[in-house]
């Protein structure tokens, strides 16, 4: 398969656990997708498989933009910091649900946060921990010693 049928069926991966997070929360299919990783592991995979091309590329790295831009002009690269982003996303999304549930904030609170973390990444999680705050004031954030 070439780099734009996996695009294609990485996306559809991915929008089909994000459907299922924002309208199934509690569907024990949903439940399980969750507390697998399954859909992000089979995600790494795949990054993994992409990502070996990086140490073939002429002038790509991390530590310039002009070097991440000679990356990603290569579509097997481009795919894996796509795959990347799906991942880390869902990810995000998983945490967001888990907590929400946790908490018992209203599911209706938790979509849109879902739908921006799907979209735009930080920005859903951002705005999920704002409503954190606002409904769990008093809660002290966790601290790892």
Known sequence: MDPSQIFSAVSAIAALQWLLLITLPKWKVTNWLVSTAAVPLLLAVIYGIYILGFF???GGGFGSIQEVRTLFSDDKLLLAGWVHYLAFDLLI????????????????????????????????????????QIKSPNEKPAHTN
């Open 56 to 58: 073939g590329i002429e």
């Open 93 to 132: 999304g998983f945490y967001i649900s888990r907590s929400a549930q946790a908490k018992n904030i209203s599911h209706w609170l938790v979509i849109p946060c879902l739908v921006l973390t799907f979209m735009f990444g930080p920005c859903g999680y951002l705005l999920y921990r704002l409503i954190q």
